[in-house]
Nanobody, 127 residues
Framework: QVQLVESGGGSVQAGGSLRLSCAASRSIGSSSCMGWFRQAPGKEREGVAAVKSGTGTTSYADSVKGRFTISQDNAKNMVYLQMNSLIPEDTAIYSC????????????????????WGQGTQVTVSS
């Protein structure tokens, strides 16, 4: 089992930046993926970004590519999401999750491959 706790959400104006943090209760293996997902009211959950623990290889949704950056600090059991050039469409609850054993690159299309989830943190972007 692994517990995940997100922090760093808040309210910003369009064009602003936020950095989200996710703290894991223990280290995870090199085959694991840490991912960020978001869900806006009335919409399905969307995979945003993910990073492979062992290699640092990253994956991004097209909607955030070039604006968001995922990073990890494995020594601290932490993963981060740097969000720049925020737009109102980024408004959502953001959750981190771990896919404990993933052969090959991380994926964002199927949230059910992720085994553990944090409680989520609200991000609101105003125009």
């Amino acid at each position: 089992q692994v517990q995940l706790v997100e922090s760093g959400g808040g309210s910003v104006q369009a064009g602003g930046s936020l950095r989200l943090s996710c703290a894991a209760s223990r280290s995870i293996g090199s085959s694991s993926c840490m991912g960020w997902f978001r869900q806006a009211p009335g919409k399905e959950r969307e995979g945003v970004a993910a990073v492979k623990s062992g290699t640092g290889t990253t994956s991004y949704a097209d909607s955030v590519k070039g604006r968001f950056t995922i990073s990890q600090d494995n020594a601290k059991n932490m993963v981060y999401l740097q969000m720049n050039s925020l737009i109102p469409e980024d408004t959502a609850i953001y959750s981190c999750a771990v896919d404990l054993i993933r052969i090959g690159p991380c994926q964002l299309a199927n949230e059910y491959t992720y085994d553990y989830w944090g409680q989520g943190t609200q991000v609101t972007v105003s125009s």
